[in-house]
């Protein structure tokens, strides 16, 4: 048997195995998530917490925000990463009192399930590698190269493409293992979304959305698994928050962004790469900052976008959640830079802090008046000019 195939069959069967069993069980995983998030949801409730669920790519830094928030007021904070597209479910259902997302909801959605959205924070996906000698950072991918690897073109890691915009650097005879996720993620949607934009067939043939029909590779459900998987086998690659980057072989690649320059995942390119936009209130915020222009801008940045019931029955759980992000916005920003994410400037928080006195009726949190007629919802919203977000 060929070395190199008998290699990655030892180490991917395992891998394979485990995915399976996800993908062999999707509905009853569905209705345990269902039901542990209800359980705990009612316990944090009882104990007067405050419970939420979505975004992977945003679990480090609400976990951060949250033991910070639970030493400062002593209100618990309960979060579930079970990705974006399931965390919007928990909330149309009132599960929870808040959802993360990645991907921002139109308007039209939001007002046909009475929910508002406004962003908190900015990362960016990087690609990761399990390559033996290759530390993070050197290592360097195009747009084109990822989407011929996801679309199983490119199969081996020393193939002439990659060793062409890799000069010098010694790179493995070894198979590529392409680890996406499986469940209904933000994550692949800001994923796809962007090699939509730098590749023609897979925009033909694949397109984007928090779930596509993968050419190869095999499934993660959470970014925490996606990275378990990377780590485990060698020659893997997959997509991950930058917080979830580890040690070598473990490590991001560098993307060349839309200008030509190869630039590094950081705070400073994320930020750099949503300032690209202009935000405001006027449509929810709603903005996608897919291979944004500039020098500086990473080419894959991440806005997470909290989502809250603008009529919900629940004032005390939608309150207590508008005080945890207002108290987020104005004082979490240390531990969010951290942990390499953006947060909003104090003129955009200001924004934020009228966008829910404005459409949440049931809302009043500490120094923001809350409206309570639908009249009175409609003037403010309409009527402010864009900024740049300056995360």
């Known amino acids: 048997m060929n070395t190199k195939f008998?290699?990655?069959?030892?180490?991917?069967?395992?891998?394979?195995?485990?995915g399976m069993a996800h993908d062999l069980w999707p509905v009853f995983r569905c209705i345990a998530v269902t039901c542990l998030i209800a359980s705990q949801a009612l316990a944090a409730q009882a104990a007067g917490g405050i419970t939420g669920a979505g975004s992977s790519f945003f679990d480090p830094l609400v976990q951060k925000w949250a033991a910070s928030y639970y030493d400062k007021t002593g209100q618990q904070v309960s979060f579930h990463p079970i990705g974006s597209g399931n965390g919007i479910d928990q909330l149309k259902a009132a599960k929870v009192d808040f959802g993360a997302s990645d991907?921002?909801?139109?308007?039209?959605?939001?007002?046909?399930?009475?929910l508002i959205q406004f962003p908190v924070a900015a990362g960016g996906l990087v690609p990761v590698v399990n390559l033996d000698g290759i530390a993070a950072g050197q290592l360097h991918l195009t747009g084109a190269l990822l989407a011929?690897?996801?679309?199983?073109?490119?199969?081996?890691?020393?193939?002439?493409?990659?060793?062409?915009?890799?000069?010098?650097?010694?790179?493995?005879?070894l198979k590529i293992v392409v680890v996406h996720r499986g469940?209904?993620?933000?994550?692949?949607?800001?994923?796809?979304?962007?090699?939509?934009?730098?590749?023609?067939?897979?925009?033909?043939q694949v397109g984007s959305g928090l779930t596509v029909k993968w050419p190869v590779g095999i499934n993660a459900t959470s970014s925490q698994l996606t990275a378990t998987y990377?780590?485990?086998?060698?020659?893997?690659?997959?997509?991950?928050?930058?917080?979830?980057?580890?040690?070598?072989?473990f490590a991001y690649a560098i993307v060349q962004n839309k200008s030509g320059a190869f630039v590094e995942p950081s705070a400073a390119s994320f930020k750099a790469a949503v300032e690209t936009v202009?935000?405001?209130?006027?449509?929810?915020?709603?903005?996608?900052?897919?291979?944004?222009?500039?020098?500086?801008?990473?080419?894959?940045?991440g806005v997470v976008f909290i989502l809250v019931k603008a009529d919900s029955k629940d004032k005390a759980?939608?309150?207590?959640?508008?005080?945890?992000?207002?108290?987020?916005?104005?004082?979490?920003?240390?531990?969010?830079?951290?942990?390499?994410?953006?947060?909003?400037p104090p003129d955009l928080v200001g924004q934020i802090e009228a966008y829910w006195a404005q459409n949440l009726t049931n809302a009043q949190v500490i120094g923001v008046a809350a409206v309570g007629s639908p009249k009175?919802?409609?003037?403010?919203v309409r009527e402010t000019s864009s900024l740049p977000l300056g995360f």
């Open 6 to 18: 008998q290699r990655t069959v030892v180490v991917l069967i395992p891998a394979l195995i485990h």
């Open 148 to 173: 011929d690897i996801y679309l199983g073109k490119i199969t081996d890691w020393n193939d002439a493409a990659i060793k062409a915009v890799n000069p010098g650097l010694a790179l493995p005879d």
């Open 376 to 380: 009175s919802r409609t003037g403010i």
């Open 317 to 344: 759980g939608s309150n207590a959640a508008l005080a945890l992000f207002r108290w987020a916005l104005r004082e979490g920003r240390g531990e969010a830079a951290a942990e390499n994410y953006g947060t909003p």
């Open 278 to 301: 202009a935000w405001g209130r006027e449509d929810d915020f709603y903005q996608l900052v897919t291979n944004p222009p500039g020098d500086q801008a990473w080419p894959i940045p």
């Open 183 to 204: 469940d209904r993620s933000g994550s692949t949607f800001n994923w796809t979304n962007y090699l939509c934009a730098v590749s023609a067939q897979w925009r033909d």
């Open 230 to 249: 990377v780590k485990r086998i060698k020659g893997a690659i997959g997509y991950v928050e930058l917080a979830y980057a580890g040690p070598a072989p």
């Open 103 to 114: 991907m921002p909801l139109k308007p039209d959605e939001l007002r046909a399930w009475v």
